[in-house]
Each structure stands twice: as structure tokens, then as C-alpha cells.
């Protein structure tokens, strides 16, 4: 494959470091937009480890601009392909040439295909078609933790840069556990960067840990979404105090650019950002707030936040709006989606997908499902796929 110089355009780049702690990252190697960050990136797509394998699909559907949530749920639910059958999550991040990346929690695959259930995987999204992204052996493509950890992804973004894009996947390690679905522990904040050429897969770039590792559940989990604004990256996290089901939402922003000095963390403290992570305070309470992962995007002149109402186990979804990244939030509605309808199957964690536009308008959002039994998980995978649906957010 020839190479290609990857370039940043102007002076955009992104470092994230942030959560309480500090992040050393040696002589600058792992610094988004440093010198040695885009020579990996040049070198990775010179590679290309990773392939992309299309899937059997129509020229027309690639070509749609706009679908339902019900055409694009029933796209997913035909799908066919040896390393997704199921995944729960389901980040997007649109692609400089159009396309949609999607990238995926706990994946179940065909049977045959080994390993038959991995941590991470990610689709590319073209109209209403989708394509596998299959790394080395088949294994995650989020990969190479030690022992049983493993990168459960939570939020992505993508740095447009000449010739190819830079996407930065935010994911929390997690130290699985052997109880059943919600038996894990949170670790810390891992970074990945890929590179990705215009039509092409995937590439890794460099992954690096945001934040060291910490038992305390009670710490705030960062990553949990990423948006952009006005020079500024707005990170946010999620924190679930002792005995509360629900988490409460908190935000840090750091610039884009200036990297070879170092990023400059701001923390919300309720009122302005500050550069003490101690000071932070939550914009959402743990009552009120958001699952682990949620999702902020930008609608017209506003931001958009959605999220379960009182976290995982809430029995609807929340639609909370605000002026300015901060806030102040405010809620506007409420969707019913029970967490269980009695059928074994589980519903939470809804996301926003402002990149796949609707005939109405509406925000695409798309809810995890898994079920209560992962045999049953593995009989029928599709019990584990997205739920689309249409949720009004002007």
C-alpha cells in the first residue's frame, strides 16, 4: 500500500488527559498531532493491519442520505456477518468521506469464528449498509490488555486531517467479573487513535491510558462522551455514589490546540471551569442523571444530551438541552423504555446519532439490548442488537 504523509489542517489536534490525575506521556510519543503521533499514523496506514470486508449490499442503499430509525433497524437486524452478530453500545463518529463508524461493546460473532465473543468491535456505516471491521486473528479491535481486562468503548471522535481522519475512541478498562452481566469493576480511562483513509479501515494508531488505575467505584468515569466546541473539547463523566442506582454527569474541557505545551485541564465546578480536579461537581445529580455512557451532540444552536433517567436500570429516556457545552441543563422530555419488559431481554444505555439524518427530522438514537442469559444471547443474537428509534430534539 503506498504511503501517505498524514497532516493535520491548521493547528487542530487533540490531547486528553484528565480525571483528578495526571498523565505523563514519554518524550511526546503519544500526543495526538506531535511529530512521532503522525509518523505512527502514516506508518499504520502503510500497514494496514486491519481489513475491511464489505458486506452484500446494493448501490442504492449505499447511497441513501437520510432513513427511518425503523429501515436502519431493519438493516441491522439482516445482518449476516462472521465477526458481528450482536454488540451492545454502538458509538458512531461520521467519517470524512461520509461514511459512519460504529463502535461496539461486548460483540457476539458466528458460529465458527473464534473467538466467538470479544469485548469491542467496530462496523463502517455507508448509507444503509454496513461493513466488518476485522482485525488480526478476529480478535478485538480494541485489544492487547493484560490478563481478563478489556476496553469496553464509550465515546469517539473524529479529527479530520489531509488525506486520512484521526478517530480517538474514549473506553473504560474493565476488570470483568464471573456473576452475570453486570459483574465488573471500572479500572480507569483508556485512549485509542486510528487513522482511517478515505473508503478504507480502521488503522491502529497508538492507545495510551488517560488515567492510572483505580479501584474506588466511586470515582468519576471519565469519557463517557465527547463534543466539540469553539476550541475547546468537553469531556464528560459519570460517577455513582454509594447505594444509588442512578450516576450523576460531570464535564472537563481542555483546547485543541498548543499540544507541545501540554494541555490545560478545566474542571466544572457548578458555576465556572476550574483547574483543580477536586473541585468538580456534578451539572446532573445521581437521581436525576445518566447511564455510564451517554451521548452530547450538537442540534442547531443548542446541545443535546440523552441519556436512561436515573442510569441503567431507568425506565425511560431523558432529553435534557442546553446553550453552551456546561449547561445549564435542562430537561424536555422523556421517552418511555422500560429496562425489562418481562421477556429476559434488558434495554439501556440509549445514544445519539446526529450524523445518520431522518425523513423527519427527529434525532436517530438507538437503545443497547442484551439478555438476561447469555445462552440465550448466543442462541439468538439479534436479541442483542440496537434498537433504533426516532426521538424529537430541535
Known sequence: MRRRRVALVGATGLTLAFGGCTLSVPDSTDRIGSRPFLDRADKALAAAPNALVRSECSAEKRAVTRASAAERGSDMASLSLATWRSGDVGVTTPLS?????????????AKGTNPRVVANSMLVGTGRCFDEVRAP???PVIGGFEGRRVCWPNSAMTVPMRGADIVLVGCSRIEPGKEGL??????????AAYAVERGGAPQPVTRFDVTPDNADAEQINWGSALVGDEGWVYVYGSQQPKGSTGKGAYVA????????????????????????????RPFLLAHEGVSQ???????????????????????????WSAPIPSGPW????????????????????????????TPSGDLLVTLSRNT???????????????????????
Open 137 to 139: 486473528g478476529n480478535g
Open 293 to 319: 455512557t451517554f451521548s452530547v451532540v450538537r442540534r442547531g444552536e443548542r446541545f443535546v444530551l440523552v441519556s436512561k433517567q436515573g442510569g441503567e436500570f431507568g425506565q425511560n429516556i431523558g432529553v
Open 97 to 109: 468521506d461520509g461514511r459512519v463508524l460504529w463502535i461496539f461493546g461486548d460483540t457476539t460473532r
Open 253 to 280: 474541557r481542555t483546547r485543541l490546540a498548543q499540544l507541545s505545551d501540554g494541555p490545560e485541564w478545566q474542571f466544572w465546578n457548578g458555576r465556572t471551569f476550574v483547574t483543580d480536579a477536586g473541585a468538580a
Open 330 to 357: 435542562r430537561g424536555e422530555r422523556a421517552v418511555a423504555e422500560p429496562y425489562s419488559q418481562g421477556d429476559g431481554v434488558v434495554a439501556y444505555q440509549p445514544l445519539a446519532h446526529p450524523e445518520l439524518a
Open 372 to 394: 438476561e442469559s447469555f445462552a440465550d444471547l448466543l442462541a439468538d443474537p439479534r436479541k442483542g442488537r440496537p434498537k433504533f428509534l426516532e426521538v424529537p430534539a430541535h
Open 182 to 191: 453486570f459483574d465488573f469493576s471500572y479500572r480507569g480511562m483508556t485512549m
